[in-house]
């Protein structure tokens, strides 16, 4: 059997965006990858479609770099990895959610089209 | 029942990925699976339309492969540097493990006077070092190579070379007498072909074999 896509996915999914979600919704609460993936789909309310899985890379790198931390918790006889902020993880943070808003700001301007005197 | 993964843990392996990120990737993919299965069960679908739907949702292998294939951050030092890992690691390894028997044959004899059992220690410690050590450092290799799914020529090139430096390295033990003086070296001798080659022939069957094996099933 083989694992499929039926519906269009974001392909630039990581290209940011999904590093300053995922920083931002750690944020104060720890999480799992599955209610991280719900968490998104409700915050952005399913503009943002990913193939699920895709979320795990960000989450590795992420913890790998020392912006996230992970333990391991059972709940229901499964074995569950909650990921949560380390202080690293706030700094880059205030820096990625700086940098998204600069360029969105930017974008904003161009979008609104030139202002004349 | 076919593991699902399995064509996904094979991509991800075969592109340099180190095994234990693998293998927490696919735990947590599995987990998350059963996850959106249960969610979408109790939304009221079937078992199997729930399983399907959930499979489309959490991405092809080539989704769920790219992130990791294109990140040289998550491959293992077997796949960015296989000449370091196969080639230089064992010869040193090698270097440390004969240095390490010689300085304990060393330290189990006092100087100007030599036990007994120090004549048969020593032999039996210079074909340790001769056989036993080549042999487990090119199975090691062999080992690695297979769990990393990596291309048969570094190991197999690392293995030639582990086994060809062990066989012109000798330890050597020589005493002059019972409870007299000797001499413990570390010297360089002439490569014997006949030990190369049943060394080469031994270390390199289980690559040869399991690769095979590994290689039919991923076709399959």
Redo the contacts between chains.
Sequence with gaps: MRLYLKRDTNPNFLNGVPELLVLQLLKGREMYGYELVQAIKDGTGETIVIGEGVVYPVLHMLEREGALQSRRQTVSGRSRIYYSLTPNGERRLQEVAGAWQRITGAIRNVLEGPRHA | M?D??A??CDRLLRAGVRPK?VN??L???R??L???TAELEANGLSPDAARDHA???????E??A???VS?R??HSWTARTPWAVFLIAPIIGYGVIVALLAFALASATSPGMAPDWFGTAGRATGHFAAFVVPLFLAWTLAFMALRQRSRAMWPLFGMGLTIVAATITELQVKLIGPQQGGEIAIALTMPSIIQIAALLLIAAAPLLLFGKRDQAISQG
């Design positions: 076919p699902i993964f064509p996904l990120t927490r990737y735990a947590e993919l987990d998350h059963d996850d959106l499979l489309s949702r959490l991405g092809s292998i989704t769920l790219f992130p990791m990140d951050r998550f």
